[in-house]
């Protein structure tokens, strides 16, 4: 390899390193960081870095991509100087001498160039029509991809023979017994840091959370409860949760709460109405759920006969398509009386209480759902179930 080709590479892999460092710590911000600052490579809502590491294609086997970039412009490093690393010696030791099974460092570094750039646009198409955002520091390290393949390529070979070149390497390696074994050693080792990283999800928070909302988002039958009280009733724990019928993460949030008092005791739940209806929340500026201040209504007078949390449930199970809707799948809860039910709706006692439990939730601050609050600590959105029973255990909650 020629100097001027030696400093090009090196310098175009340094500069791949940096930005994926940088991108790294972008990543670590955006999904381990409550208090950090929106990075500078978030502009709007289009050109947004931290949107893109916020979401579920921003890891590949729970392994943040930034990382893996950190991994590949090492390794670009390491076959551009492949010739002059192989003669370190330590004591007699060559710390690098199995790079001498790379006959043509240039071949790996234009092969990889090529496929890591490959991969990129796919990435591209994903961030443009999947995520409707753009890291503007992924698509440079694209570039930088193309640039290091094109610049990398040797020039007696063609793209084909550049790939054939580096597999014939690559098997020639194997034959030589100490570098077969020690291959099959990293292999095996590689495998269990990527099915650990991909089974804990420790790295992604992001695909942890989406894998707990589809799990959160189903019907569970075992932890439905009956009655007016989700919880023991002289519990030292009180919690309360506020939500929207028509909202989905709300229905999540439900969810892990009637888990939640399953698994632990010492713990009462109550729940809150707060729709997102203009219909009876004067405090929206815009219309959002249409129809929840009804179904909030029949939640509070289903309460009435003792079937607040029958109610709940089933106001969160079934699709809301209007008032002859809710009546019917009402009567599918044993001893309620229908007629009962529809006439409490409408009264002017379930008005008030609705509207004071809009009224209170504004009055401590709370304007959105789903949101919880423990003790004095309010929580708006949905957190890992995990961080949410480790809260309520905190809190005053006993592990049963």
């Known amino acids: 390899m020629n100097t001027a080709k030696r400093i090009t590479l090196t310098v175009l892999a340094l500069i791949g390193l940096i930005t994926s460092i940088k991108l790294s710590f972008i990543y670590w911000d955006a999904n381990f960081n409550p208090y950090a600052l929106s990075s500078f490579c978030s502009i709007n809502d289009l050109i947004d870095c931290d949107g893109v590491a916020k979401t579920t294609h921003s890891q590949f086997f729970g392994i943040p991509l930034a990382l893996w970039g950190v991994f590949l412009y090492f390794i670009f490093l390491v076959f551009t100087f492949a010739d002059k690393l192989q003669k370190i010696e330590i004591k007699g030791f060559r710390i690098f001498g199995f790079l001498e099974v790379f006959q043509k460092p240039e071949s790996y570094i234009c092969a990889l160039g090529i496929i890591a750039f490959l991969i990129s646009m796919t990435l591209a198409g994903i961030s443009i029509f999947e995520i409707k955002k753009i890291c503007i520091l992924c698509f440079f390290t694209y570039i930088l991809n193309l640039l290091i393949g094109i610049v990398g390529k040797p020039k007696d070979e063609n793209i084909f023979q550049v790939f054939a070149t580096s597999f014939k390497d690559f098997i020639a390696a194997l034959k030589i017994k100490k570098y077969a074994i020690t291959f099959v050693i990293l292999a095996i080792a590689a495998a269990g840091v990527l099915v650990y990283t991909e089974i804990s999800d420790i790295l992604a928070p992001q695909v942890k959370m989406q894998k707990e909302l ?10 439905k409860t009956t009655g007016n009280v989700l919880g ?9 949760e506020y939500t929207d019928y028509q909202c989905p993460f709300c229905f999540v949030l439900n969810t892990m709460m009637l888990r939640a008092v399953n698994e632990l005791k010492n713990i009462k739940v109550v729940h809150h109405n707060l729709p997102l209806d203009k219909d009876c929340n004067s405090a929206l500026s815009t219309q959002m759920h249409p129809g929840s201040c009804l179904m909030a209504k029949y939640a509070i007078a289903a309460g009435y006969q003792g079937k607040y949390w029958d109610m709940n449930s089933l106001l969160f199970d079934k699709e809301f398509q209007g008032e002859e809707s809710i009546l019917n799948n009402a009567k599918s809860i044993r001893g309620l009386n229908i007629e009962k039910l529809k006439q409490d709706a409408h009264s002017e006692k379930t008005q008030k209480e609705l509207q004071k439990e809009i009224d209170e939730a504004n009055h401590i601050g709370i304007d959105g759902v789903p949101a919880i609050r423990i003790n004095i600590e309010t929580h708006v959105g949905i957190m890992p179930y995990e961080e949410l029973k480790t809260k309520l255990i905190k809190a005053g909650a006993i592990e049963r």
């Open 232 to 240: 023991e009733h002289n519990a030292k724990l009180v919690v309360h």
């Open 214 to 223: 589809e799990y959160f988002s189903k019907p569970d039958e075992r932890y």
